[in-house]
């Protein structure tokens, strides 16, 4: 190879590697500063084909049951993992080897990370972009603010993000005021937000907010107290 082209791969080389320590470190001071900032938006806002409504709300002026709710249908290992959740993938795996579709198995960390700053198109890009990010998350934050910023940008409808928005809208009442059925009926909402209402659910969703219900009872109200505090 002529030494003119070493030198131009080299330079190459160089340049990319320069862009990506660049690109990490504005990630980095990003997830420093929403650390103590809450979000503006969110690349799922931006995204979103609807007019956005979202209210952000403190954490501690929640109920408990509101983010156990979330945890019990969508991760319930989450004070446990610390970003991506092993034990969960490897059942999804082993699922898909039976014969079984093969499912997500995001934690909140991973969806977090994924409404706040990635696309909603899956993609091994996607997933992958997705699980670094989680991580960084659990490193920077810690479990109390993915939590938190999880509750306030997740999509609960058309154009709706946010607990108190979707409380607002479907209950009329403050977040602080749910009970812990809403709050069940609010969380199995997230897989298909833009297709289904708490007000008015089908059979099939009735007995997903029964289960989740139960989940809540047999991880109990302190669950999530370590996570918390």
């Known amino acids: 190879m002529a030494q003119g082209t070493r030198g131009f791969i080299g330079w190459i080389w160089f340049v990319c590697w320069r862009g990506m320590l660049?690109?990490?470190?504005l990630v980095l001071l990003l997830l420093?500063?929403?650390r103590f900032v809450a979000p503006p938006?969110?690349?799922f806002m931006l995204q979103s084909p609807y007019p956005v409504s979202q209210r952000w709300v403190d954490i501690n002026t929640l109920p408990s049951h509101v983010p156990l709710a979330l945890v019990a249908s969508e991760d319930q290992r989450f004070p446990q993992h610390f970003g991506v959740d092993m034990t969960e993938i490897k059942k999804a795996l082993e699922q898909f080897?039976?014969?079984?579709g093969l499912r997500g198995a995001s934690t909140i960390s991973?969806?977090?990370?994924?409404?706040l700053l990635l696309w909603p198109r899956r993609s091994m890009l996607r997933k992958g972009l997705e699980a670094t990010l989680a991580l960084g998350l659990e490193l920077v934050w810690g479990k109390?603010?993915?939590?938190?910023?999880?509750?306030?940008i997740a999509e609960f409808g058309k154009g709706l993000y946010g607990v108190e928005a979707a409380s607002q809208y479907y209950y009329g009442k403050p977040a602080s005021k749910l009970s812990r059925n809403e709050a069940a009926r609010?969380?199995?909402l997230l897989p298909s937000p833009r297709k289904r209402d708490p007000r008015r659910l089908t059979p099939y969703l009735q007995q997903r907010v029964s289960w989740v219900e139960q989940q809540m009872r047999q991880l109990g109200n302190g669950y999530l107290t370590p996570v918390l505090q």
């Open 97 to 100: 080897d039976d014969g079984d």
């Open 110 to 115: 991973q969806q977090t990370a994924k409404n």
């Open 186 to 188: 609010l969380a199995v």
């Open 144 to 152: 109390k603010r993915i939590l938190e910023v999880y509750l306030n």
């Open 41 to 43: 938006t969110s690349a």
């Open 32 to 34: 420093l500063l929403l």
């Open 22 to 25: 660049a690109l990490l470190l």
